[in-house]
């Protein structure tokens, strides 16, 4: 897992996408959050941010 975030980021600063960064990261933290709240007493709150 560590490997395929290291690479990304190298990916990353080689073609000059830096940018990009800011917003895999904010996908990646919505996507825990989705898969983390399945089935949970949270997930009726946080469905209405979407």
Known sequence: MIEIIKEI???L??????WLSP????????????VLSQGSVM???IYTLF
Do not use: D, T, Y
């Not at 600063?13 to 830096?18: C, D, E, I, T, V």
């Not at 917003?23 to 989705?34: A, D, S």
């Open 23 to 34: 917003i895999i990261i904010i996908m990646l933290i919505f996507g825990g959050l989705l």
């Open 43 to 45: 997930a009726p709150f």
């Open 9 to 11: 980021f190298i990916f």
């Open 13 to 18: 600063r080689l073609r000059k996408k830096l």
